[in-house]
């Protein structure tokens, strides 16, 4: 059998069975969210003041931007868990988590004095959230590669990287719940950083794991 030919009976296998792939998903990110919960509170938990940083929308934006990279990432890497899938629309989506970060950037420079910009871009807990996100991201992007094999990639390396954005995504929310420094100048940079770690080493390990 030619490639072409066994990749369109993989991709036929693949398309009659969405639900399982979707369900199998769906059970990987709520195993490694525990996974990652646990680690979290062993390493970090919620700052003291939780309650009252609630209130401000600097604090809640940073869950809508987390949340959002969690699950358009995890679309594209439901789809590129299907051979021969087509990628435009779920690319297209990853931009939604980058846009909402920019108009929160929009405010900020709207209503804060240009002195304070960089205080606010270096904050105070750049090494912390560089250490901790990818250590909250490592079991969890075991978890994903781990599903993904159970559908049949034919871009390991992309679909590693959508596997540690993912990763990354579930990371930096739960991080988010312990970070100070609330400024979208500090997510944009820092939180960028740490979940590029991740993404980087998930196209790695995709690249020998998920490869058949």
């Not at 390396?157 to 596997?163: E, F, K, Q, R």
């Amino acid at each position: 059998m030619e490639t072409k030919d066994l990749i369109k009976a993989i991709s036929s296998d693949a398309t009659a069975r969405p639900r399982s792939l979707g369900a199998l998903l769906l059970a990987a990110v709520a195993i490694a969210s525990v996974i990652a919960a646990i680690v979290f509170s062993y390493l970090a938990g919620p700052r003291a003041d939780f309650a009252a940083a609630a209130e401000t929308w600097r604090f809640l934006i940073k869950f809508v931007v987390t949340l959002a990279l969690v699950a358009t990432s995890g679309a594209l890497a439901l789809t590129l868990a299907r051979p021969g899938a087509r990628l435009g629309m779920r690319v297209a989506l990853l931009a939604v988590a980058p846009a909402i970060l920019l108009g929160a950037i929009s405010i900020e420079l709207a209503t804060i004095p240009s002195t304070e910009w960089a205080t606010r871009l270096v904050g105070t807990n750049a090494r912390v959230c560089l250490t901790l996100i990818p250590l909250i991201g490592l079991g969890p992007l075991g978890i994903f590669l781990a599903a993904m094999r159970q559908g049949a990639p034919t871009r390991p390396t992309l679909t590693g990287a959508a596997c540690g954005l993912l990763a990354g995504g579930l990371a930096a929310t739960l991080y988010a719940a312990h970070c100070f420094d609330d400024s979208p100048f500090f997510v944009a940079t820092w939180y960028t950083l740490a979940i590029a770690m991740l993404t980087a080493v998930g196209a790695l390990a995709g690249r020998y794991v998920l490869r058949w």
